[in-house]
Nanobody, 112 residues
């Protein structure tokens, strides 16, 4: 059974940083590219970033490019998202995603 468990969210001021983690269980971690997506209140789910199976290739939404960094540790079956220079509009529930699967999410709130 695929399980994805996100953590690391919190309340941060504009310009601040957070590091999100996603622990993965129940599948061969190294066999899949993985994504981060987010959903702000009242808005649709938004793709944030994708990383390849070996971590060598990454892509980002224009809204986060240059501020967020996706990475993975295949030895630990863990996906990460480093969030820097956070803006109020980054406030959302953040999820890691594998195909149709995603975890319970971790809340990121950016507020002065």
């Amino acid at each position: 059974e695929v399980q994805l468990v996100e953590s690391g969210g919190g309340l941060v001021q504009p310009g601040g940083s957070l590091r999100l983690s996603c622990a993965a269980y129940g599948f061969t971690f190294t066999a899949y590219s993985l994504q981060w997506v987010r959903q702000a209140p009242g808005k649709e789910l938004e793709w944030v970033s994708t990383i390849s199976r070996d971590g060598a290739s990454t892509t980002y939404a224009d809204s986060v490019k240059g501020r967020f960094t996706i990475s993975r540790d295949n030895a630990k079956n863990t996906l990460y998202l480093q969030l820097n220079s956070l803006k109020i509009e980054d406030t959302a529930m953040y999820y890691c995603r594998l195909g149709p699967y995603r975890g319970q999410g971790t809340q990121v709130t950016v507020s002065a």
